[in-house]
Nanobody, 120 residues
């Protein structure tokens, strides 16, 4: 089992920044993919950013140039730095991990989510 705990959400004005953290514990994977997802009210959950243990990253178009996913392996933590936030970034943000360094397949473990609210 893997436990993922997100933190860092909150209320911020448009144009501001937040850094989300996701601390992982429990089972480890030699190869893995970490993902940050979000779900806004009435909308489907979407993948925001992902990173593999091999160093690849990808972002959904709406956050490219504003969000950055990064890992601190020593702390077993993945971060999502969010800059130039917009009201449409408002959502519950979840981190997840998948066994294997691949963009394919479902994510195996999920955190409980952290609320991000961007005011206009």
């Amino acid at each position: 089992q893997v436990q993922l705990v997100e933190s860092g959400g909150g209320l911020v004005q448009a144009g501001g920044s937040l850094r989300l953290s996701c601390a992982a514990s429990g089972r480890t994977f030699s190869r893995y993919t970490m993902g940050w997802f979000r779900q806004a009210p009435g909308k489907q959950r979407e993948l925001v950013a992902a990173a593999t243990s091999s160093g690849m990253t990808k972002y959904t178009d709406s956050v490219k140039g504003r969000f950055t996913i990064a890992e601190d392996n020593a702390k077993n933590t993945v971060y999502l730095q969010m800059n130039s936030l917009k009201p449409e970034d408002t959502a519950v943000y979840y981190c997840a991990i998948r066994d294997g360094a691949t963009w394919l397949g479902k994510f195996d473990y999920w955190g409980q989510g952290t609320q991000v609210t961007v005011s206009s």
